[in-house]
């Protein structure tokens, strides 16, 4: 099978720039493609040289379109009204979406699974082994021990530029946890303590966000007892680890059939639910 040609959107970012090495270190993908907003000062650069390599004769457009139609797949860790139209592209153009943007709407997490109709679309929180691996094991962890007896907190940290809280990973780990309990985390979830708050209540999932620095990401999970506590974590020191993910994920999902998965079903871990 030759080399599957891959899209990557939000080129000249911190992301774009390391998928674009990841994809040259890679094997059995190349860059089909490299994608910037209209008006960006990167457009017509090479990709390749942009990312610190060599020239590689990829050009940076604004035409996503174009792009797509020359491609087998789109990395896509951008923002999320950028992601919606670009998972209609994807759409349009039948090939794969890899989708480890977070901080969607309900209305938005709705345009793409109307999308995945028509495209192979991988979307998670957090595109990394170490997470998704992270998620059965609190999975596991909130089914053994009740909430009567245990509390359940997520900590996590990021860079001083990230522009959603909780994180997307923090939001599919408390997925994963109220998934154990039976019962939905909008409902018990709390994202905010001020002031008099009163006593926790019993099931509530608590989310503290942390923001500063080039925190990479880093991920905690707190069952909380009496006398005793468990805590779960997970530590990010290159963004790099996404990019891999997103890139074995565009690996997996070729040749498949149109719907939504997760990291979960390329990593084979589905079946733990």
Avoid: C
């Avoid at 925190?215 to 680890?241: M, P």
Wanted: hydrophobic share 45%; net charge negative; charged share 20%.
């Amino acid at each position: 099978m030759t080399d599957m040609g891959l899209v990557v959107v939000g080129a000249a970012g911190r992301m774009g720039q390391t998928l674009i090495r990841t994809i040259h270190a890679m094997p059995g993908v190349k860059l089909a493609g490299a994608v910037e907003r209209a008006g960006s000062d990167h457009v017509g650069m090479d990709a390749g040289e942009l990312a610190g390599l060599r020239k590689i004769g990829v050009e940076i457009t604004d035409d996503p379109l174009s792009a797509f139609a020359k491609a087998d797949g789109v990395l896509d860790f951008t923002a999320p009204a950028a992601t919606v139209e670009f998972a209609g592209y994807a759409a349009q153009a039948r090939i794969v979406h890899i989708i480890g943007t977070t901080g969607f709407s309900d209305e938005q997490n709705a345009a793409i699974a109307a999308a995945a109709r028509h495209a192979t679309i991988v979307k998670s929180g957090n595109m990394s082994l170490g997470v998704n691996l992270l998620a059965v094991l609190v999975e596991q962890a909130a089914q053994a021990l009740e909430p009567e007896d245990f509390d359940i907190e997520i900590l996590e940290m990021h860079h001083r530029q990230k522009v959603d809280a909780p994180s997307g990973t923090a939001l599919l780990l408390g997925e994963a946890a109220a998934a154990a309990r039976g019962i939905e985390l909008a409902e018990h979830s709390v994202r905010v303590r001020d002031g008099h708050t009163g006593a926790r209540e019993t099931g509530a999932i608590g989310f503290a966000t942390l923001r500063g620095g080039s925190v990479v990401g880093d991920h905690s999970v707190i069952l909380a007892g009496t006398g005793e506590r468990i805590t779960l974590s997970h530590h990010a020191d290159d963004r790099a680890i996404f990019a891999r993910g997103g890139v074995k994920a565009a690996l997996w999902a070729r040749g498949r059939k149109p719907g939504l998965y997760s990291m979960r079903d390329v990593l084979g871990l589905s079946q733990t639910r």
